[in-house]
Every structure is written in C-alpha cells, then in structure tokens.
C-alpha cells in the first residue's frame, strides 16, 4: 500500500515536470539595449540598475521564474499550527480570492514534526496536532489547487528542537516527495558549525534526485553572503536575520544583493508582517511596496481567516503583485537618498516593457515631498514619462519631464509605474 502511494506521487510530479522542463530563463534587460529604446534612458542606467549577475547562477528546477507568492505559518502562529489550521487558512486564500491572485503556496513552518524519527529512522508528523499526516494535507491542498510546503533544517535538529535533516537529506527528502510536497524551507539552527555552503547543496541533491519539482527556499540568515554562492542552490535565500513586526526595515540589507536576483534565484528579505498588528496602515503599506519592487517572495504571514478590511487591501493589491511578478525580473532597489538620516528615499526598477517601478519612501516621523530626478532613475531629463498610482489606481494627471515629486505622509510609501512617451524634440 504504501509502496503503492509512494509510485503515484512520483509519477504524478514527473507528469507535473515535463509542463516545466526546458523553460528559458527570460533574457537579461535585452530589451533597455535596443537602439529603438536607449533614447530613454541615460547611459547611468545600466550603472544605477547593475544587473551584472543576474541569472548567472541557475538551479535549473524549472521552478521562482519569478518571486514565490503563497502563506507560511511562522510569523503568526509560530509553533501553535494544527492541519486545521492548515485546510483553513488554505480555504480562506481560495474564498478571499488570495489564491487567484497568485497566493498559492501554502507553507508550513516549524513545528509539524514529532520530537523523535520513528524505528526506521524516518521524520513522522506529531500526532496530535498533524494526525492525518502530511500526505493526506497535501492532497486536500491540491484538490484546492494549491501547493504545500514544509519545513526542515540543515543542521540536527530544527529551531523548535524537532528532528533536522543534516546527514538525513536523502531520506526526508524522497519522504517529503512520497507526500506530495511542493516546497521545502530549509532553516539553520543546531548546524554543529558547519559552513552553509557545505550543508545546504546536500539537500539540493537530494531533492532534485527525487524527480519532483520541489522549490528549495533557503534560510541561513544571509551566513557567509548567500547571494555569491546560493544560486546554484536554491531557488531563493535569504539575506537578513529573522524579520519581525516593527518598523525596524531589514530593507536595507537586502538591497545590497540587488544585482543577483534574476529568474530562478531571489534574494529574501524574509516573510510579511502585514496584517499582524505591530506597524500602522501606512507602514504595512510601505512595507508591502518595497517587498514588491524587491522582488522579494510574497509570503503572507498574517492569520488570513481573520484579516481586516485594511490587510486585505493592501495583499490584494493586483498592480502592487504585477510589479513583483513582473517577467523581466529585476530587483529595484535603493537610488536616492536625502534628508535627516537619508530618511526620504527614492526606489527603483526596470520593469518589461520599457518601464519603470518607483517608489517614494518617506521613513521620517512627519509628511514631506519626496523627489525622483531623472537622473536618479537613469532616464535621460528630456524623457517624457506618463506617472500611475499604484495605491489609487489611477494615472497622475500629466506627463512628468526632468523629475517627480509628492508629498508622503510619515513612514509611508507611495508607488508609481513610469512608462516612457518621448523624447521632446531638442535631443532628437
Ligand atoms: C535536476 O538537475 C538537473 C541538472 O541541473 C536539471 O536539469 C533537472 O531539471 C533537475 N531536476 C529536477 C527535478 O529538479
Ligand atoms: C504560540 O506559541 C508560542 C511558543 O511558540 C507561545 O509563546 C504563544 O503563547 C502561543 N500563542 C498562542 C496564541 O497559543
Ligand atoms: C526587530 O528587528 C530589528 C532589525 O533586525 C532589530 O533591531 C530589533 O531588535 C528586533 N526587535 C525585536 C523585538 O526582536
Ligand atoms: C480576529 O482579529 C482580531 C484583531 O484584528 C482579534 O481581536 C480577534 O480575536 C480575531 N478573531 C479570531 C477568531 O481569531
């Protein structure tokens, strides 16, 4: 019986691979270099957007052509999960319409696992809260027509002291595939001082040895600068400590990487807080942008059976998303800076199509105008663009030349798609 099982699963993913086998990786910023284009923009922009290593580095799983969208359990629940906690929060990203909207990975964090393996020496669900099991979760996920996700550890033992799967990674991950599963964090407690590059390509191996498409998201915390190495790896790793619910940005350090991000491999800043009652609206706002114009995983960490009106707005918002899913797949980042402590800010990004993403990030304690140069953008100053709100879905009235500016209220964010028009007939 179980064997049984064990060969459907197997067969069920390899039909799944074959949709994904031979997907090409979208072409680096081909497009900004056509001579038809270039006009736009100043010859800074390759400079202000380096994207000198993007895509270089390439797990080649078919899998994060562009930034994981879905749900962990972590940020809210953390240790208190049950499956039914799982099959409901999974109903709730489909009647919300969360799903739809590219939500569809329902990932569970710590915390599943019993303390101890079982004779043979296999990782078993606890039995109180898990007593169905995974494989049967991960069915009434799909039958929803989403994707389960797990959690385990590279090193002995997890961060809530269940079982780790360092020296293990053959064995958990057949089981993992054996279930059904779609998706593994991979955590970095109890690592016995082994270095993160030794220990996290085992379990690449070992997924990828299963035949299933399985996204391998690591976690080691930004140890040793993933961002150089964790391509190969993994379709995602991130680059910060743990984030938490309070206006203390882990941002910034996550910008640093900004040139390694590209399809296939994305730098993560960690999970969202939005929704969890620690920052104002406009905080989770900003919060919510920048994540997005980072191509950082969408990963709601909120109790989505229960949001308010507010926490729905704001991951429901279709042009925020389309920013994040955006095809050419560059990371924005940080390009301007001023103010007391750089704390008026400018972000921005290369989208398809021609575009650009650009965010102005008011971290001050009051309201203040926010500026974006042309300059700073890498546009040339003649370049007419046309100006839309992301958060009031609309156009701004007017085309922009030479620079735009707005008032921001305090720690808020507003974004905006500049899409190119002209160049006024001077420089022609
Ligand atoms: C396994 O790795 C090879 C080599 O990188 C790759 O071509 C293949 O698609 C991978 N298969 C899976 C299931 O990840
Ligand atoms: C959830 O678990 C944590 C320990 O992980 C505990 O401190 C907290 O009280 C629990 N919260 C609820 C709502 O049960
Ligand atoms: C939250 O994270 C920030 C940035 O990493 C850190 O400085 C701060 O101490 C953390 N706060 C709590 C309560 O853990
Ligand atoms: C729903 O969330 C509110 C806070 O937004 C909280 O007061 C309430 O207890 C929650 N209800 C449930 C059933 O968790």
């Not at 743990?242 to 590209?262: E, L, Q, V």
Request: hydrophobic letters at 40%; one cysteine or more; glycine letters at 8%.
């Amino acid at each position: 019986m179980k064997k049984k099982r064990f060969v459907f699963a197997l067969v069920l993913c390899l039909i799944i691979d074959v949709g994904f086998a031979g997907r090409v990786v979208v072409p680096l910023l081909q497009s900004y270099e056509k001579a038809s284009y270039s006009r736009f923009f100043s010859r800074n922009f390759g400079k202000i957007f380096d994207t000198s290593n993007y895509g270089i580095l390439q797990l080649n799983n078919g899998l994060a052509s562009t930034p994981q969208m879905g749900w962990n359990s972590w940020n809210f629940f953390a240790c208190n999960i049950s499956e039914t906690i799982i099959k409901e929060t999974t109903d709730a990203l489909v009647s919300t319409g969360l799903a739809e909207l590219g939500y569809d990975h329902v990932n569970i964090d710590d915390c599943w696992s019993s303390p101890l393996r079982d004779l043979k020496g296999q990782l078993v669900p606890d039995t109180i809260t898990f007593p169905s099991g995974i494989k049967a979760l991960a069915d009434y996920v799909h039958g929803k027509g989403l994707k389960l996700g797990i959690y385990s550890d590279a090193g002995v033992f997890t961060c809530q002291v269940r079982p780790g799967s360092l020296f293990h990674e053959k064995d958990d991950a057949a089981l993992f595939a054996s279930w059904g599963v779609d998706y593994l964090k991979y955590d970095n407690c109890f690592n016995l001082g082994i270095e993160p590059k030794k220990r996290y390509p085992p379990m690449r191996d070992a997924l990828n040895e299963t035949g299933c498409s399985i996204f391998y998201s690591l976690c080691e915390w930004g140890v040793d600068d993933p961002a150089l190495w964790a391509g190969k790896v993994g379709n995602s790793w991130r680059t910060t400590g743990d984030i938490n619910d309070t206006w203390a940005s882990i941002a910034d350090i996550n910008d640093k990487w900004a040139s390694y991000a590209g399809p296939g491999g994305w730098n993560d800043p960690d999970m969202l807080e939005v929704g969890n009652g620690g920052m104002s609206y406009q905080e989770y706002r900003a919060h919510f942008s920048i994540w997005a114009l980072m191509k950082a995983p969408l990963l709601i960490g909120c109790d989505v059976r229960n949001m308010t009106a507010e926490t729905f707005e704001i991951l429901s918002n279709k042009e925020v998303i389309a920013v994040n899913q955006d095809p050419l797949g560059v990371q924005g980042r940080k390009v301007y800076v001023s103010g007391t402590d750089n704390c008026l800010q400018v972000w921005a990004g290369p989208l398809s199509g021609h575009r650009l993403v650009v965010a102005l990030w008011n971290r001050c304690p009051k309201a203040e105008t926010i500026t974006a140069q042309w300059d700073a953008l890498g546009l040339e100053s003649s370049t007419k663009v046309s100006v839309r709100d992301l958060w009031q879905h609309k156009q701004v009235t007017g085309d922009a030349v030479s620079s735009f500016a707005a008032q921001v209220d305090a720690h808020d964010c507003q974004m905006y798609i500049f899409t190119p028009r002209t160049v006024t007939r001077s420089v022609i």
